[in-house]
Every structure is written in structure tokens, then in C-alpha cells.
């Protein structure tokens, strides 16, 4: 049973363009929500992340949207960069501070 | 450098053989995470501590995995007589307060032969 779910394995996007990244959830519970960002052979690194009171949070050129009644979230990275190419997780828990439970993640490659 | 380290980096084991791999939190993080990824998948959560109790130990994998935060700060976690299905990355990670995030370290890539 998934509770996090990144449901595009892969994205290809244009260096300059708009990356759109896609995350759904199923547990009600969670009221934090992280996005990380991994390259081979490293941990992730932690991106951006939003919690359920809030329906939008930006930092520089990553904003994350969440729509709770759809349990849904996004991550755009505008303008996105050829650097930006790695495989990006999504991330949940409660509380805010209890184990993060990890969707499958989605690879962005970004193409000059 | 004040990120999580690990320790080592990369470990060739054979099967039946025990390792333990060591983790360094951000100095000021009391919550200290140890997850498990494997290839295509996200990272699985295995256990936790705050300080030195261990809140959640249902997780680990299998009565061979055990895991100590004795001082409240370094964490070492242990598999015993390994098997080629534990050949995964191991990764640490910490926090201090809710909400804020969990970074993690570089991660330690387990080879069972």
C-alpha cells in the first residue's frame, strides 16, 4: 500500500522551461510535506517543503503547491537548469516530525 | 563540515558476515533517522531515536538489524549475518525541530557477495 505515490517515473524538459513535478497522497494524516533531490551514489539532498496550513511555499526557483482536498502536491522548478537533472522524491509525515514516508520518485532530465 | 556523515562509504561484505555502519548527525539534531533504499524504489524508513531512546524499532527489517544511539549522538546500526537481499543503501539522517526538514547524510552502499 502506497502512501505516497509519484506516478511519472521520468520527465524530459527544455533548459529554460518549466519543470512540473507531480505527487499524490493517500493518508489524511500527514501535514508535512518535503520534496528531495538525489544524484547517484548520494543521499538527498532536501529541497523545499510545506506544510498543511499552507497551500503554497517558494523558495527562489522551486515552489511547492498542495491542494489537501486533493491530496495532491507539486514541485515547479522554473527556469529549470541542465544542473537540475536527478531524480527527484516527495516526501510525507505528521506531526512534522516522525519518519518520512518516500514516493518512488520521478527522474527530470533537463536538456540544453 | 556540519552536514551528517557516514561511515564507510561503501562496504563489500560476504553473506553470513556482520557490519555495522556508523552515522554522525548535525551537531544540535536530537532526531536521528536511519532509512534503507533500494534501486527504483524511495528510501524506507527502518528506525529512529531522539536522543538516545529509540522511539520506533518495528521497522528494521528483521531480527538481524539492530540499532544504538548510546550517547545521544552518533548511531550506529548493525546486520547481522548478512544476506544478499540486504545489499541496499543505508542512509542516515537528522532533525531537530518539527517541521523543519530531515538532511541526510551521503549514505553507505552495502554489497553482500
Known amino acids: 500500500d502506497q502512501q505516497v505515490k509519484q506516478n511519472s517515473p521520468s520527465l524530459s524538459v527544455q533548459e529554460g522551461r518549466i519543470s512540473i513535478l507531480n505527487c499524490d497522497y493517500t493518508n489524511s494524516m500527514f501535514d508535512y510535506f518535503l520534496w528531495y533531490k538525489k544524484y547517484p551514489a548520494e543521499g538527498p539532498t532536501f529541497l523545499i517543503s510545506i506544510s498543511s496550513i499552507k497551500d503554497k511555499n517558494e523558495d527562489g526557483r522551486f515552489t511547492v503547491f498542495l491542494n489537501k482536498r486533493a491530496k495532491h502536491l507539486s514541485l515547479h522548478i522554473v527556469p529549470s537548469q541542465p544542473g537540475d537533472s536527478a531524480v527527484y522524491f516527495c516526501?510525507?509525515?505528521?506531526?512534522?516530525?516522525?519518519?518520512?514516508?518516500f514516493g518512488k520518485g520521478t527522474r527530470l532530465s533537463v536538456i540544453a | 563540515d556540519t552536514g551528517v556523515s557516514q561511515d564507510p562509504r561503501h562496504k563489500i561484505t560476504k553473506r553470513g558476515q556482520n557490519v555495522t555502519f556508523r552515522c554522525d548527525p548535525i551537531s544540535e539534531h536530537n532526531r536521528l533517522y536511519w532509512y534503507r533504499q533500494t534501486l527504483g524504489q524511495g528510501p524506507e524508513f527502518l528506525t529512529y531515536f531522539q536522543n538516545e531512546a529509540q522511539l520506533e524499532k518495528s521497522r528494521l527489517l528483521s531480527d538481524r538489524f539492530s540499532a544504538e544511539r548510546p550517547k545521544g549522538s552518533f548511531s550506529t546500526l548493525e546486520i547481522q549475518r548478512t544476506e544478499q537481499g540486504d545489499s541496499a543503501m543505508y542512509l542516515c539522517?537528522?532533525?531537530?525541530?518539527?517541521?523543519?526538514?530531515?538532511?541526510f547524510g551521503p549514505g553507505t552502499r552495502l554489497t553482500v557477495t
Open positions: 539522517a537528522s532533525s531537530l525541530e518539527p517541521m523543519t526538514g530531515q538532511y
Open positions: 516526501a510525507a509525515s505528521w506531526s512534522g516530525n516522525t519518519p518520512l514516508v
